[in-house]
Each structure stands twice: as structure tokens, then as C-alpha cells.
């Protein structure tokens, strides 16, 4: 899954589920060519997603990390899979995701690292997604 915003939960749309499945994932709530749009918590607890990329929209890592600690407190965030596995993500919206755009191409290549890093090598101008602790 990729969120779009922490509170409330965003869903990604437009462009983005397209860029999961070309990195090999499958989006579980957004949809290509769809609007973002708000998500109840019980909709994520129900999808139950194996990943979960944060890519909050206009936001660094940095500043996406201030707000991690909101879905941290969630009811049902320790049982999540990608929360069991240590599959969350955290990953520069602002300058990869926020906007169409030639950086859509790192975007894909940062996602399908993340989703299969020993299929996909990161190329070495980028950073990649980053996994809380």
C-alpha cells in the first residue's frame, strides 16, 4: 500500500498504484487514475498490507517521521503484516511521488528496490526508502 497522508489517511491514486505495480507490488486500496483520497483506519486494518510505502504528499523523510508516531498509536498498528515483517517504508513524497514528472522513474526504481532488493539494485544517485525502527 501507499498513503499519500498520515491523519487523516490518504490513499495514493492518480499515477501512483500504477508506479506499485510496475515495481512488482499490487496496491490494495488506491487506484490508477483514480483521485487520492481519505481512508478509515479500519480499511488499512482490513487490507492488512504485506508493505506499506509513506509517502506523505509535499513532505521529506524528515518531516514524514515527525507524524510516523500518530499511525504508531493506531489500534491494530503492531498486528499489521508489514508493521510484523518490518515492511514499512518511508520515502521522500515530496521531490518522488508528489508530482508527475521525469522523477516518476527514480519513484519506480526506489519502490521496486524496496519491494525486491535483490532483483532490483538501487541506482546509486538515489537514496532508498527508509525503515523505521
Known sequence: ???????????????????????????????????????????????DPEVLFIACYGFGVERTLQDLPILQSKAGWESLRCVRSGRVFVVD??????????RLV???????????????????NLTPAFVPT
Do not use: N
Open 1 to 47: 500500500m501507499l498513503s499519500e497522508w498520515i491523519d487523516p489517511s490518504f490513499c495514493a491514486g492518480h499515477w501512483s498504484p500504477g508506479l506499485v505495480q510496475l515495481a512488482g507490488g499490487r496496491e490494495v486500496i488506491g487506484r490508477t487514475a483514480q483521485r487520492s483520497q481519505t481512508i478509515f483506519w479500519e480499511a488499512i486494518l482490513k487490507a
Open 106 to 124: 527514480d519513484s519506480l526504481e526506489i519502490l521496486a528496490h524496496a519491494l525486491h532488493p535483490s532483483l532490483h539494485p538501487l541506482p546509486a
Open 93 to 102: 513524497g515530496s521531490a518522488y511521488f508528489s508530482r508527475p514528472g521525469p
